[in-house]
T-cell receptor
């Protein structure tokens, strides 16, 4: 069974540009989560999508947005990039709700803003 | 107060020893608790989860949960150098999962 996939692996942008990150969940998983992991810091929750709808978002400005497509894949967009947006962006998928439904992580996209 | 707190470490133990990793959380409504391992430059991978008070064992790993004290721990028996990684505690309420910053563990041969 294929795991969570993310693209691109690395992304280099300059301040003020826009970045688009993509994620494909495990087959059958309907929930997709996005996290930011800055160097030396823990996972910061960004967004949660389920069945095509945004269900929750973390404490991030509106320039972080995304969507989930009918095939449950997802896209994270970061507008007006700032230097502090440089981080590893992790996508995770889950079967849905339930106490034991863990999240499976993709390999991440390393975003560097110069 | 952080939602999920972990000692950042580094925690260093000799090979063969027991490594004890601790996590406290602030939300009393938290329902399930997960431990992930993250090697440097890699994504987190699930070790185990627990949602009932007490101990849960899986091979060399034991998770312990005390909801009254809002405390969850992970014990790694017979620690191996390959266990050297950052261990993330995650706390879930409904479909909302929050992560601690992680504890870096080093197992010395």
């Amino acid at each position: 069974e294929a795991g969570v996939t993310q693209s691109p692996t690395h992304l280099i942008k300059t301040r003020g540009q826009q970045a688009t990150l993509r994620c494909s969940p495990i087959s059958g998983h309907t929930s997709v989560y996005w996290y930011q992991q800055a160097l030396g810091l823990g996972l910061q929750f960004l967004l949660w999508y389920d069945e095509g709808e945004e269900r929750n978002r973390g404490n991030f400005p509106p320039r972080f947005s995304g969507r989930q497509f009918p095939n449950y894949s997802s896209e994270l967009n970061v507008n007006a990039l700032e230097l502090e947006d440089s981080a590893l962006y992790l996508c995770a998928s889950s079967l849905g709700q339930g106490l034991s439904y863990e999240q499976y992580f993709g390999p991440g996209t390393r975003l560097t803003v110069t | 107060q952080k939602e999920v707190e972990q000692n950042s470490g580094p925690l260093s133990v000799p090979e063969g020893a027991i490594a004890s990793l601790n996590c406290t959380y602030s939300d009393r409504g938290s329902q399930s608790f997960f431990w992930y391992r993250q090697y440097s430059g890699k994504s987190p991978e699930l070790i185990m989860f627990i949602y009932s008070n007490g101990d849960k064992e899986d091979g060399r790993f034991t998770a312990q949960l005390n909801k009254a004290s809002q405390y969850v721990s992970l014990l790694i028996r017979d620690s191996q150098p390959s266990d050297s990684a950052t261990y993330l505690c995650a706390v879930k309420r409904g479909n909302d999962m929050r992560f601690g910053a992680g504890t870096r563990l080093t197992v010395k041969p």
